[in-house]
């Protein structure tokens, strides 16, 4: 909106257009931040088995 208005030859700085939209009552809409799903929320999956509940029995001294 900003880059609108200067365009047609108005000056405009961002606070004097965040203050003109807060007095409308109006607010910049802002993109979604990213956030990487990292996690399977699905305990029945796993990736990788559990060594720690079953070790592996030993079969030579080391």
Known sequence: MRAE???QG???GR???R???KAHGLRAQQPRSFVPRTTDSDPA???VPNR???PPAPNAPN
């Open 15 to 17: 606070w004097c257009m």
């Open 52 to 54: 720690l509940l079953d």
């Open 45 to 47: 999956v796993r990736a």
């Open 10 to 12: 108005h000056a405009v």
């Open 5 to 7: 208005l200067q365009a």
């Open 19 to 21: 203050r003109v939209l």
